[in-house]
């Protein structure tokens, strides 16, 4: 995710999805206009990225110019478009192809018509990489379309949001729901982790998830799904990680006007990471940052037996089980930092 301005835009298309795009568009265009040598005109400021990586793939010869106009003041179309840089060649008995950054309402494709019909070209083609088709609002007909987007604004790949952006090699949705911090909390046995869970949430305003409460929540109220999970481990298996999900979106789902959540005790897998990124991107949101805590062995290991005195939990008592905890915490969940 980035932030422009005062805005949050989420990843919405990749670099290499818009060359591959680009590619066949480059493609279709070059098999529909055979020998002949067309007028590409590219329209400032956003087509600058799309007109030259689409140049530089045509296969034939072929002439580029620009023109400018403008229609966009930050977020919306002002629909009032202005021709402030016009052509400087004769187009006379020319096909032109306009390539365009994106189309939406269509406004500046009025005015492109306008100003083509006077310079008695043989042919005008309309060629957009984005389209969106539920802001389209004129009857121009679009020959070229590159990708069908939502009606969201968009960034990047000569797009902008007040001047920032244009430079992005992909390109970014904007995030309308509000940006939110979450922070998954990572730390061996002993190292802890619910002391700066709560300072954490008291400080930032958050909601703290730690798995082991989610699941003895369930559990114990026999919801359907602690239900499930208390099925899988009567019988010694591994609760799937699906469950575990679901445990924690319904747990989001409960604090819909939270500003962000601390997840303690997950994800413990590479798999449980990439389910927990799918499950933030379905809440519109993202994991901030991920906080390792680290100790010393020792200090575990000293912290834990003396744990182990009052909290009557026999894992906490022996040492080679405490000893085997944090080596398995290393071997196994410590790696999940990187990604």
């Given at each position: 995710?980035?932030?422009?301005?005062d805005?949050y835009?989420?990843?919405?298309?990749?670099?290499?999805?818009?060359?591959?795009?680009?590619?066949?568009?480059?493609?279709?265009?070059?098999?529909?206009?055979?020998?002949?040598?067309?007028?590409f005109?590219?329209?400032?400021?956003g087509s600058?990225?799309?007109?030259?990586?689409?140049?530089?793939?045509?296969?034939?010869?072929?002439?580029?110019?620009?023109?400018?106009?403008?229609?966009y003041e930050?977020?919306?179309?002002?629909?009032d478009i202005?021709?402030?840089?016009?052509l400087?060649?004769?187009?006379?008995?020319?096909?032109?192809?306009?390539?365009?950054?994106i189309?939406?309402?269509?406004?500046?494709?009025?005015?492109?018509?306008?100003?083509?019909?006077?310079?008695?070209v043989?042919?005008?083609?309309?060629?957009?990489?984005?389209?969106?088709?539920?802001?389209?609002k004129?009857?121009?007909?679009?020959h070229?379309?590159?990708?069908?987007?939502?009606?969201?604004?968009?960034?990047?790949?000569?797009?902008?949001?007040?001047?920032?952006?244009?430079?992005?090699?992909?390109?970014y949705?904007?995030?309308?729901?509000?940006?939110?911090?979450?922070?998954?909390?990572?730390?061996?046995?002993?190292?802890?982790?619910?002391?700066?869970?709560?300072?954490?949430?008291?400080?930032?305003?958050?909601?703290h998830?730690s798995?082991?409460?989610?699941?003895?929540?369930?559990?114990?109220?026999?919801?359907?799904?602690?239900?499930?999970?208390?099925?899988?481990?009567?019988?010694?298996?591994?609760?799937?990680?699906?469950?575990?999900?679901?445990?924690?979106?319904?747990?989001?789902?409960?604090?819909s006007?939270?500003?962000?959540f601390?997840?303690?005790?997950?994800?413990?897998?590479?798999?449980?990471?990439e389910?927990?990124?799918?499950?933030?991107?379905?809440?519109?949101?993202?994991?901030?940052a991920?906080?390792a805590?680290?100790?010393?062995?020792?200090?575990?290991?000293?912290?834990?037996?003396?744990r182990?005195?009052t909290?009557g939990?026999?894992?906490?008592?022996d040492?080679?089980?405490i000893?085997?905890?944090?080596?398995?915490?290393?071997?196994k969940?410590?790696?999940?930092?990187?990604?």
């Amino acid at each position: 995710m980035i932030k422009l301005h005062d805005k949050y835009f989420k990843p919405f298309i990749s670099a290499s999805e818009i060359d591959d795009v680009i590619t066949v568009m480059v493609d279709q265009i070059s098999k529909d206009l055979g020998d002949e040598i067309p007028v590409f005109v590219g329209i400032l400021n956003g087509s600058f990225m799309f007109v030259s990586d689409f140049v530089k793939k045509y296969p034939k010869p072929c002439e580029v110019t620009f023109i400018k106009l403008a229609s966009y003041e930050g977020l919306k179309s002002t629909e009032d478009i202005q021709r402030l840089i016009g052509l400087t060649q004769d187009l006379t008995g020319r096909t032109v192809v306009i390539l365009e950054d994106i189309i939406d309402s269509g406004k500046t494709m009025f005015e492109v018509h306008r100003i083509f019909n006077n310079e008695n070209v043989k042919q005008l083609l309309i060629a957009t990489l984005f389209y969106k088709p539920e802001a389209y609002k004129e009857d121009f007909k679009i020959h070229y379309k590159g990708i069908d987007i939502p009606n969201k604004f968009i960034v990047g790949f000569g797009l902008d949001y007040d001047g920032l952006g244009r430079d992005l090699p992909e390109v970014y949705q904007i995030k309308t729901t509000e940006h939110m911090t979450n922070i998954v909390l990572f730390g061996p046995p002993g190292a802890g982790k619910g002391t700066q869970a709560n300072f954490l949430r008291d400080q930032y305003d958050l909601v703290h998830i730690s798995t082991g409460d989610v699941f003895r929540y369930n559990i114990k109220n026999e919801t359907a799904l602690g239900t499930l999970a208390k099925s899988y481990m009567d019988k010694g298996e591994l609760v799937p990680d699906q469950v575990t999900i679901d445990m924690l979106s319904a747990e989001v789902d409960k604090n819909s006007d939270a500003k962000g959540f601390i997840f303690d005790g997950f994800p413990r897998t590479r798999a449980q990471a990439e389910s927990l990124d799918i499950l933030m991107d379905s809440k519109d949101s993202e994991i901030s940052a991920m906080i390792a805590l680290e100790v010393d062995d020792e200090v575990l290991v000293q912290r834990l037996l003396e744990r182990g005195k009052t909290s009557g939990r026999p894992d906490d008592a022996d040492e080679s089980i405490i000893r085997n905890r944090i080596k398995e915490y290393y071997s196994k969940t410590a790696i999940l930092k990187d990604y």
